[in-house]
C-alpha cells in the first residue's frame, strides 16, 4: 500500500511498538488553490502532508522531513487555508498547546528532496508520544498541578537549602568587607549582621470599623431595656445593704 487518493504512504515507526503509524504526502499543485499562503509555496519543492501525529509540532515536522532534505518552511493549514481541513482545535501539552489540525505543506530547498520523499516508504523518525484526551487528560493536568506533600517537602527543602547557603555567602562577604581598607587608609564599615525583618505584631493595627449605635429602632429599644435593667439590680443591690446595715444596729432610717 503505497499510493491512498493520490498521496503516498510513508511509515512512522512508534514507540516500543511493532507497528507503524502512516502520513501521506503529495506535490503540492498550486493550480488547486489561490489562497494566500498556496500562493507563497514554490509547486516544485512543496509537498502537502496529512495525518501528521496531533502532537507533532513544527520542530517534530522539520527533524523528520530533514532526513530526506533541508527543509525551508512549514506552513500549517487551517480550516482557512486548507478545504480538506474542516475543524480545527488546540490541546494542551507540556510543551504548550499543538494544533489538532494534523495537515501541513512542507518546503524544501531543492527539487530533488520531494522526488526522494515520494520514493521513501519508512522515516526513522519516531511518532510523537500520544497525549491524553478529554477526561485523561484533564486528570493529569490536575495531578501535575498537584505533585503531593512528598515532591512539596522536597521542593521547600531545596529552596530552604539554597537560601541558607546565600545567606551565609553573605555574611562572610560582609566580613571580609569590614576589614578591608582602601587605597586612601580608610576602612570599610560594613554592618556583619543581617538586616532585622520588621516585626509584624508591633504594627499599628488598623482599628476595626465601629458599628453604628443608635441607628436602628431595636438598638434604641435594646439599649433602654438595658439600661432599666442595670438600674433594677443596683436599686435591689442597695435595698439588701439597707437591711445589713439595720440588722447591725448601725443604721436607722427615718
Known amino acids: ?60 515536522i522539520k527533524e523528520c522531513f530533514s532526513k530526506v532534505g533541508m527543509v525551508q518552511s512549514i506552513h500549517r493549514n487551517t480550516a482557512q487555508n486548507d478545504p480538506a481541513v474542516s475543524h480545527s482545535a488546540e490541546v494542551n501539552t507540556d510543551q504548550g498547546a499543538c494544533s489538532l489540525i494534523n495537515s501541513a505543506h512542507v518546503v524544501f530547498r531543492s527539487e530533488k528532496s520531494v522526488a526522494t520523499l515520494l520514493s521513501t516508504f519508512l522515516l526513522d523518525q519516531l511518532a510523537p508520544l500520544p497525549t491524553k484526551l478529554g477526561l485523561q487528560g484533564y486528570l493529569e493536568q490536575y495531578r501535575r498541578k498537584r505533585p503531593g506533600l ?61 458599628e453604628l449605635q443608635d441607628f436602628y429602632r431595636f438598638q ?28 447591725a444596729n448601725k443604721f436607722h432610717p427615718e
Request: net charge positive.
Open 1 to 60: 500500500m503505497d499510493k491512498v487518493g493520490g498521496y503516498h504512504s510513508i511509515a512512522l515507526p512508534l514507540h516500543n511498538s511493532l507497528y507503524y503509524r502512516f502520513i501521506y504526502v503529495k506535490k503540492h499543485d498550486d493550480r488547486a488553490s489561490h489562497s494566500e499562503i498556496h500562493n507563497q509555496l514554490a509547486s516544485n519543492r512543496t509537498v502537502h502532508v496529512v495525518n501528521l501525529p496531533y502532537q507533532a509540532g513544527d520542530d517534530w
Open 150 to 210: 512528598a515532591a512539596i517537602k522536597e521542593f521547600t527543602d531545596k529552596y530552604m537549602a539554597e537560601f541558607d547557603a546565600r545567606e551565609a555567602a553573605e555574611i562572610a562577604d560582609r566580613k571580609t568587607m569590614q576589614h578591608q581598607i582602601d587605597e586612601d587608609g580608610f576602612q570599610t564599615v560594613v554592618n556583619p549582621k543581617r538586616k532585622i525583618p520588621m516585626d509584624l505584631d508591633r504594627l499599628p493595627k488598623k482599628q476595626k470599623s465601629k
Open 220 to 247: 434604641l429599644r435594646e439599649k433602654k431595656r438595658n439600661q432599666l435593667k442595670s438600674l433594677r439590680e443596683r436599686f435591689e443591690e442597695d435595698c439588701q445593704q439597707i437591711e445589713k446595715l439595720k440588722c
